[in-house]
Every structure is written in structure tokens, then in C-alpha cells.
């Protein structure tokens, strides 16, 4: 059967993407983002899965106000990267895993988790960013992708309680996948961030570290956060956290498993308008 060996939480600001495209990553400002960085790629290098599930949010690119899923999983065999107004980053395709894909719609459907399938789509910096910051430039991703979107940028968007169960949801559709694959699942976005009106710049580090704690040793509790907290004390982008609680109810522990070890923690201030924070989690093997 799959199984689900780590997961992994980062945030995905865009102008990440843009200072590694335009190789600025030594300069001063991006060096300190990019060092919390470095253990993390040679970890994933040692410990390359099978398939990533990647949990992260669309900005208007894939979708549009026309359409907007809550959840929207990619069943495709390939994902291009999306033009976002200057042009696709120069990265590569993403390629996906349409069987284990499908085999997760199928599953997490039947447990009561709407989800839409999505048969064709391009990913934005929501998706790629992660990648570029935990593979650094490369000219493959190092394992096939199921990118999964969720709605966190036009309201009614889902509660943490709704992304920590439907992490549930995922766990037991990936461990009664009759392959033995190796899979992790990502939650990225966040962390504080306001883009927008009066309190645009707004970062707040003791509600960001206080997460990562209870993320860890807490989730279920902090599962229970309601909107309004995210947007009072992490601005109105922040909300993007709650994908995290995603990946953390995939873990052994939340079924009664052991706790997962934290193998790498990193935190730091600024990157372009955002806190950027990130977290590396295993399961006991
Ligand atoms: C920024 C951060 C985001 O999460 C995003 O989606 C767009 C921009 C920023 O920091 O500028
Ligand atoms: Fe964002």
C-alpha cells in the first residue's frame, strides 16, 4: 500500500521565484530566505518520494472569478506553468500522477469531501515556488506532482477544522492505494501577510511562531481557529495558513500514530511582503 513518509509546509511568495529566475539568490536580502533553505534540498534529495501531493492556492490564474472551486484536485499527466503577466517562469513542466490522483478523488468523494476535478490546468507560483525553494534550479522536478487548490482567496473559503479533516480524508484515500508508494504531502502559502488595504505590510512573527508551535504539538486545537483570528492577527493573506492544517491532518499521529519528528524548522523576516516560514515533518518509520 502507499504510505505517507513526511510532510513539508513552506510559504510561496512569488518574488521568491522572480530572484531565482533572475539569479539573485546571493544577493543579501534573498540570501537569508534561501539559507533556511539548504538543509531542506539535500534532505529532499535523500529522501525523494514517489508522488508530492501539493497543497496550495491558485491567485486568478487557473481560475477566475467565473469559477471557483474550494477544492480542485489535478488528475492530469502534466501541468503547465501559468503565465501571471510576465510570462511562464522558466521552470519545468510539472508532470502529475493521474492514477494515484484519481484514486484520491475517488476516495476522498465517497468520505464526504466535495471535490472538483480538474483535467486540465496551468500552476501558478502557489505551486512552483515550493518546489523551486526545496529543489533549487533544476531541469526536472524530482518526482511526479498531484497539485491540489484550495480557495482561499475569495470568501466563503474553508476552515482550518474542514482542511484538517479533509487531511484525514487523504491519508487513508493515499493508504488504501494498492501501490507501495512513498508520498509526501505539502501544505504551502502563508505565513502572515496583508497585500492590501490600510494594514498592507502587516507581519506579526509572535502569531507566526505561536503557529508553528501548535502546528506541531497542537494541531487539532489549532484547527479550531476561526477565520476572523487568521485575518486579525496574520492580515487578510494570511488566511493562506489554513492549507497547511491540510498536509498536518495527513499525518500518522492525527490517526492515533506516533508524532511525527520535526527534522528542520526555519523562520524569517522579510521576503518581498510576507513572513516566510517553513517546517519539515516525518513519520515515524
Ligand atoms: C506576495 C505574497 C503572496 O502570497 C502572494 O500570493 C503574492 C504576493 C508578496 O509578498 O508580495
Ligand atoms: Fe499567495
Sequence with gaps: MASITASVY????????AALDLGKTHEPYWQKVFSGYDFSKQWLK?????????????????????????FA???AAEFTP???????????????????????????????FDLTIVNRMDVDHGLTVPLSLMCGKT???????????????????????????LGQAIRRAIESYDEPLKVQVW??????????????????????NAFLDRLIADPQG???????????????????????LIARGAMADVAGGKPPKVVHRFYHVPASNTAVGHLILENPR
Design 73 to 75: 484536485i489535478g488528475t
Design 187 to 208: 501544505g504551502t502559502g502563508g505565513m502572515s501577510h496583508q497585500l492590501q488595504g490600510p494594514r498592507a505590510g502587516l507581519i506579526n512573527r509572535e502569531f507566526d
Design 10 to 17: 513552506t510559504s510561496h511568495v512569488p518574488a521568491i521565484g
Design 139 to 165: 531541469e526536472a522536478w524530482p518526482c511526479p506532482v498531484i497539485p491540489f487548490a484550495v480557495n482561499v482567496v475569495q470568501y466563503p473559503v474553508p476552515s482550518g477544522q474542514r482542511c484538517f479533516r
Design 82 to 112: 501559468a503565465d501571471e503577466g510576465w510570462g511562464p517562469r522558466p521552470v519545468p513542466k510539472v508532470i502529475g500522477h493521474p492514477e494515484l490522483a484519481s484514486h484520491i478523488a475517488q476516495s476522498v468523494i465517497q468520505d464526504d
Design 222 to 244: 489549532l484547527s479550531k481557529m476561526p477565520h476572523v483570528d487568521y485575518v486579525r492577527e496574520a492580515g487578510s493573506e494570511g488566511i493562506e495558513l489554513v492549507m497547511w
Design 46 to 70: 535523500a529522501n525523494t518520494p514517489d508522488v508530492i501531493f501539493l497543497v496550495y492556492n491558485d491567485h486568478a490564474n487557473a481560475f477566475s472569478l467565473e469559477i471557483i472551486p474550494t
